[in-house]
C-alpha cells in the first residue's frame, strides 16, 4: 500500500508541482486547499490517472483552522501554505500571524497524531525561503557566500510596522516562521525530523498552464510584466540576483522528505543569477518565444551585467540531496511560453 504524504497549500505555484512529483514518485496525497474550486487547480496540474490517488481536506485559514484531521493516516507532511503577496494592509495578521501559526499548527498536529499512533510521521519538510538567511542591512554584499548558517536579523516587530515594506513584512514572515519550527522541535523533541527548505525567487511553468491572471504567483508576475511592457520601456531594476526553477523547489522537498534522517536540517538552494536584462536578451534571443512577446519586450542594454553581489551556496543540498539545477533558459522558456498563450486566450476573450 501507498504511503500517503499530506501537502498543505496544495494549489499554490509550488505545491502543484511537489503534489505532481510525490504523485509521479508512487506516493498517494492528501492535500489541503480553501474550497473545492481550489481543488480543480490541483487536479488541473496533474494527469488524470493520478486522481484517484489525491484526497483533500479544506483549510480555510491557516491562522485558526486545526490540522487534525489533515494529519490523520499520513507518513510524512510537505508545509507549504504560506501567504506571498504584497498586497498587505496589516502586515502582522495578512503575513507574520499566518505563517508562524501555520507552521506551528502543522507541527502540533503531527506530534499528537505521532503520539498516539506509534510515531507514523517521520519527516516534516517546510517551505523557508531565502528570506530568512538573507541580511537585507548587508545590500549586495560581494564577496560574501550565504551558507544554511546564516540567519536574517529581520525581526517580528520589524515586520508588523512594516505597512508600507511589503518585502521587509514578507521576510519578518518567512524568519519568524521558520525560528518558530525550530524552537518547537527544541522545546517539543517529537518523534519526527523537520526539514527547511530555503529558496529565492521561484521562477517557471505553472502545473497545467495558466487559465488567467490570478493563476500567476508573485514572481512570475514579475516577468510577465518585463515581457508584456513594450520594446521602448525602462529596463526593471533586479533587487535579488538569484533563483530557482519550481521544479527544482518540487524535487528538493521530496528528496528531504525521503532523506528522513535522525537529524533535522536545513537546505539553502539555487540555480544561478539573473536578471531582468539577461531574461530579455533571452526573449529576444529564443526560437521557441512567439514574436508578439517579442514585441512588447524592452530590448535594454543587451549583455549588461549585474553589479557585484553576494553568492548562494547550495553545496550542502547538491551532497545530501543529489540536486542538480535547471537552466535559466530552460526555466524562462517553458514559463513564457505559457505567458505568450495565456496572452492569446486573453485577447480573444
Sequence with gaps: MSKTILVTGANSFIGTWIVQDLLEKGYNVRG???????????????????????SFVHINDITTDSFDEAVKGVHGIIHVASPFHFNVTDPEKDLILPAINGTLGVLKAAHAYNQNNDNTIKRVVITSSFASIFDPSKGLRPGYSYTEKDWSPVTYEQGAAAKNEPMMAYRASKVCAERAAWDFIDKEKP?????????????????????????????????????????????????????????????????????????????????????FQEIADLVHESTVIPDNIKNTTPVGIKGQSLPDHYEIDSSKAKKDLGITFIPLKKTMEDLIVQLADLQTMLEQS
Design 32 to 54: 489541503t486547499v480553501r474550497s473545492q474550486a481550489k481543488e480543480a487547480q490541483v487536479l488541473d496540474g496533474v494527469s488524470k490517472d493520478y486522481h484517484s490517488r489525491i
Design 191 to 275: 518523534s519526527f525530523t523537520i526539514a527547511t527548505i530555503c529558496e529565492p525567487l521561484v521562477f517557471g511553468p505553472r502545473a497545467g498552464g495558466f487559465r488567467s491572471l490570478d493563476d500567476i504567483n508573485t514572481s512570475n508576475a514579475s516577468v510577465r510584466g518585463l515581457v508584456t511592457s513594450g520594446k521602448d520601456a525602462p529596463m526593471l531594476e533586479t533587487r535579488v540576483p538569484f533563483e530557482v526553477d519550481v521544479r527544482d523547489v518540487a524535487h528538493t522537498h521530496t528528496a528531504a522528505l525521503e532523506r528522513s534522517t535522525d537529524t533535522s536540517e536545513r537546505y539553502l538552494i539555487a540555480a544561478g543569477t539573473w536578471s
